[in-house]
């Protein structure tokens, strides 16, 4: 119930970039289909970040420390031209048009994602916290 939780909330974030960032785009003849096929684009995006982030985080330990992290906004924005491309190949209409809208566009969904994040609460962490005030 979790996963499917994070993946809406990553679909609703990446349909928040589709509004905002100028370059990311979502095409379908309803809002039926682009709403599914947002929350495709959401299954890949989590299956990238999920694959490909921490392997780039162990190999480029070093960029992460130079640039006290900032090198992760890089990082997000290439992961999320990267699902744009594997969308494209699996003939989903999702669009990142360069570097730039992905940039923005990931900056955009961590924002948003995290935003709602704090306002649905994991049941996991709410129940664990509930077993804590009560010790």
Do not use: Q
């Amino acid at each position: 119930m979790r996963i499917l939780l994070k993946v809406g909330i990553t679909a609703v974030a990446l349909w928040v970039a589709t509004v905002l960032i100028n370059g990311i785009s979502v095409e379908g003849d309803t809002a039926g289909r682009r709403a599914l096929t947002l929350v495709a684009v959401a299954v890949i995006f989590g299956l990238v970040n999920a694959v490909i982030k921490p392997v780039i985080k162990v190999f480029g330990c070093a960029f992460y420390v130079l640039t006290l992290g900032l090198i992760g906004l890089v990082v997000n924005a290439l992961l999320l031209w990267l699902t744009s491309e594997l969308a494209e190949e699996l003939d989903l209409p999702f669009h990142v048009t360069g570097f730039w809208p992905a940039f923005w566009g990931a900056i955009v969904v961590g924002v948003v994602g995290w935003a709602l994040h704090v306002l649905v609460p994991d049941k996991d962490k709410r129940d664990r916290k509930d077993r804590d005030d009560r010790d």
